[in-house]
Nanobody, 114 residues
Framework: QVQLVESGGGLVQPGGSLRLSCAASGFTFSTYAMRWFRQVPGNGREWVATVSRDGYTFYRESVKGRFTISRDNAKNIAALQMNGLQPEDTAVYYC????????WGQGTQVTVSS
C-alpha cells in the first residue's frame, strides 16, 4: 500500500536548521511530483515547496533562499532542508506526492522557539 512517512521534525531555536525527510513506498516515486505543505492549528494547509519529477523546484515566497527541496529517486526519498528557521515557520509539515493520484503523509511537527 502507499506510504509517505515524514521524519526529522523537532524543536529548534530561531536561526536554526532542520532537515525533513519523506520516505515513499507503494507507488512509482519517480513519476510523481513531491511537495511539502505545512499547517498551523486553526489555519488551512499551505504549500511550501515542490520538486517536479524532472527535478525542477518551486518555493513559497517566504521560504525562498532558506529552504531547499530535493529528491532521490534511487532511494524513494524527498527532503526539505530548512535553514534560518523563524517562529512563523512553526507548523506541522506534510509530505505529498501528486500525479495521477495524490498521496499524503501523517505530518511531522516543527517548532521554532527560544
Amino acid at each position: 500500500q502507499v506510504q509517505l512517512v515524514e521524519s526529522g521534525g523537532g524543536l529548534v531555536q530561531p536561526g536554526g536548521s532542520l532537515r525533513l525527510s519523506c520516505a515513499a513506498s507503494g507507488f512509482t516515486f519517480s513519476t510523481y511530483a513531491m511537495r511539502w505543505f505545512r499547517q498551523v492549528p486553526g489555519n488551512g494547509r499551505e504549500w511550501v515547496a515542490t520538486v517536479s519529477r524532472d527535478g525542477y523546484t518551486f518555493y513559497r515566497e517566504s521560504v525562498k533562499g532558506r529552504f531547499t527541496i530535493s529528491r532521490d529517486n534511487a532511494k524513494n526519498i524527498a527532503a526539505l532542508q530548512m535553514n534560518g528557521l523563524q517562529p512563523e515557520d512553526t507548523a506541522v509539515y506534510y509530505c505529498s506526492a501528486a500525479y495521477t493520484e495524490e498521496y499524503w503523509g501523517q505530518g511531522t511537527q516543527v517548532t521554532v522557539s527560544s
